[in-house]
């Protein structure tokens, strides 16, 4: 199989293996054909005919290289067409792709020269955007170097009151004492109307309070009922600041965390974030998924004076990228537009403060749609979990307590527990982030939300508290707060479960009054 280039093709395939020092001209050709591709370029083999012949004649061998059967050149292409390409036809298409690409490279070096070696920058950049296509997202790059943090270690003990027995007596967890839990993370199950939201309330105003305001917080309210108003004493004796993103876009870039030193480090933590955007819509498929590493990757690469791009940075070299290619805007365009100018501040003012280093009540109102609203939260939770497992362990004292950097709670968890994509974001951080000084407070509406198919989220907790729920079968209660020394024990505090009464199993079956922020701040 053999065809002829135009006049011009082959004049511009001289200059440009000179320009490359290529030792032969189907090196600068095999690079403009494949790079076609990769801009997802397809043509009609009719505009064949507007070509014309008077160029250097080359054989489909020669172009795909001595390493590459020409079969498989040829299989490409039937897979970028979604056809069986006939000779002729396929030879028509390869003429085509030759010609644009040749233009392509030729017209991008003229006029984006920059410097005496831009064209091998130039060329770099194919070859990597390249690579990102080829990557399987799933391979394993091995974790981060490890790095301090600028966060506030607490290190004194944290006793927290969950609450009062019937007796009257004050139950106290020692939360960051070894010697009673090697996990800090708590699970609160309660229907509406239990009171779980004022007891998670009181539990991040005792570790405010107890730390001198030097533990910080964020809580993710995902059901959005929380008001400034309602919510002021509560935010005022926390010192803590009200995000409502229906009220206008976060002050703050989810992209911040992404290594400008490191490029493993770099390529690693931009594929989580993409990772993380994928696992809340299925839409978005592993092509898309590509590119959106692509384009990522090409801001931090032209990135300036240090500064790390905004997700509005990307969506505008997204924009030019489907521009570019006359891609027509789909799902992975709208979820970036939105985003970068709905969600999250196109210029962040903030930027110089770490999101962990001041106490945030998140709320995200039913008016923005589920998928924005989780993609929120996920860009909020890759955020933290890569900060905080890319940095140094937390070390226990002489008396083995464990010091305390930061605190996650996360309202309606079952959204997330539930999506067999988004909950391994959250088994990643239950595993990873306890033994980083984080404390991650799960809040679901029952007990079952916890066990999915996929992971018993409950085995990472340490702390499970059961408030009033729906469902009090004895088994899934017993699953949840684990095995009591008796089971008539256990099953006569389900029975006494009722609304305003709490029950856990730390080391036997306790019913009782769970703490209510309301009731601490009225006192």
């Known amino acids: 199989?053999?065809?002829?280039?135009?006049?011009?093709?082959?004049?511009?395939?001289?200059?440009?293996?000179?320009?490359?020092?290529?030792?032969?001209?189907?090196?600068?050709?095999?690079?403009?054909?494949?790079?076609?591709?990769?801009?997802?370029?397809?043509?009609?083999?009719?505009?064949?005919?507007?070509?014309?012949?008077?160029?250097?004649?080359?054989?489909?061998?020669?172009?795909?290289?001595?390493?590459?059967?020409?079969?498989?050149?040829?299989?490409?292409?039937?897979?970028?067409?979604?056809?069986?390409l006939s000779e002729n036809e396929f030879n028509r298409l390869l003429k085509l792709h030759l010609n644009f690409g040749l233009n392509k490279i030729y017209s991008d070096l003229t006029d984006k020269s920059r410097g005496k070696f831009s064209h091998i920058d130039y060329l770099i950049s194919i070859i990597k955007n390249g690579l990102n296509f080829v990557s399987d997202s799933s391979t394993y790059l091995g974790p981060p170097t490890t790095h301090s943090i600028n966060v506030t270690e607490f290190q004194?003990?944290?006793?927290?009151?969950?609450?009062?027995?019937?007796?009257?007596?004050?139950?106290?967890?020692?939360?960051?004492?070894?010697?009673?839990?090697?996990?800090?993370?708590?699970?609160?199950?309660?229907?509406?109307?239990?009171?779980?939201?004022?007891?998670?309330?009181?539990?991040?105003?005792?570790?405010?309070?107890?730390?001198?305001?030097?533990?910080?917080?964020?809580?993710?309210?995902?059901?959005?009922?929380?008001?400034?108003?309602?919510?002021?004493?509560?935010?005022?004796?926390?010192?803590?600041?009200?995000?409502?993103?229906?009220?206008?876009?976060?002050?703050?870039?989810?992209?911040?965390?992404?290594?400008?030193?490191?490029?493993?480090?770099?390529?690693?933590?931009?594929?989580?974030?993409?990772?993380?955007?994928?696992?809340?819509?299925?839409?978005?498929?592993?092509?898309?998924?590509?590119?959106?590493?692509?384009?990522?990757?090409?801001?931090?690469?032209?990135?300036?004076?240090?500064?790390?791009?905004?997700?509005?940075?990307v969506f505008e070299e997204l924009k030019a990228y489907y521009e570019e290619r006359e891609m027509d805007p789909d799902t992975l365009f709208a979820v970036v537009e939105q985003l970068s100018i709905d969600v999250f501040k196109p210029k962040v003012v903030s930027g110089a403060k770490k999101l962990y280093n001041k106490s945030l009540y998140l709320n995200l109102p039913s008016a923005v749609s589920d998928t924005l609203r989780q993609l929120c939260v996920f860009a909020i939770l890759n955020y933290l979990n890569t900060e905080f497992t890319s940095s140094n362990d937390v070390e226990p004292d002489e008396n083995r307590i464990v010091p305390i950097r930061y605190v996650i709670a996360i309202d309606e968890a079952h959204v997330y527990l539930k999506n067999k994509n988004a909950s391994k974001v959250l088994e990643n951080?239950?595993?990873?982030?306890?033994?980083?000084?984080?404390?991650?407070?799960?809040?679901?509406?029952?007990?079952?939300?916890?066990?999915?198919?996929?992971?018993?989220f409950s085995s990472q907790i340490k702390i499970p508290v059961c408030l009033n729920i729906r469902n009090k079968d004895y088994g899934l209660i017993e699953h949840f707060l684990g095995t009591p020394k008796t089971k008539s024990s256990l099953e006569k505090a389900i029975q006494n479960l009722e609304q305003g009464k709490g029950l856990i199993n730390i080391k036997e079956p306790l019913l009782l009054e769970p703490s209510q922020f309301w009731r601490t701040i009225s006192k």
């Open 429 to 456: 951080m239950l595993r990873l982030i306890r033994s980083k000084g984080v404390v991650v407070i799960l809040l679901t509406q029952g007990v079952e939300d916890y066990k999915q198919k996929n992971f018993d």
């Open 156 to 313: 004194g003990k944290v006793s927290l009151n969950i609450g009062r027995d019937q007796k009257g007596n004050n139950v106290l967890l020692e939360l960051n004492n070894l010697d009673h839990f090697d996990s800090r993370h708590i699970a609160v199950a309660g229907m509406i109307g239990s009171g779980k939201t004022q007891f998670v309330l009181d539990l991040l105003y005792q570790f405010r309070n107890q730390s001198a305001n030097a533990l910080n917080f964020i809580y993710i309210d995902y059901k959005g009922e929380g008001h400034s108003d309602r919510l002021q004493k509560f935010l005022s004796a926390a010192a803590c600041e009200y995000v409502d993103i229906s009220a206008g876009a976060f002050d703050f870039n989810p992209l911040s965390y992404i290594s400008m030193s490191n490029e493993r480090t770099r390529n690693f933590n931009i594929r989580s974030f993409v990772d993380a955007v994928a696992a809340i819509d299925a839409n978005i498929t592993i092509k898309r998924k590509n590119i959106l590493t692509s384009v990522i990757s090409k801001c931090f690469d032209s990135a300036k004076d240090g500064l790390h791009p905004t997700l509005f940075d």
């Open 1 to 84: 199989m053999a065809f002829k280039t135009t006049k011009e093709n082959q004049v511009t395939i001289r200059t440009l293996t000179d320009k490359f020092a290529f030792k032969n001209e189907a090196a600068i050709a095999r690079i403009a054909i494949n790079y076609t591709l990769q801009l997802d370029k397809k043509f009609d083999a009719k505009e064949f005919e507007d070509l014309d012949s008077d160029g250097k004649e080359y054989r489909v061998e020669t172009l795909a290289g001595t390493t590459v059967n020409p079969t498989i050149f040829k299989s490409l292409f039937s897979q970028h067409y979604g056809r069986l």
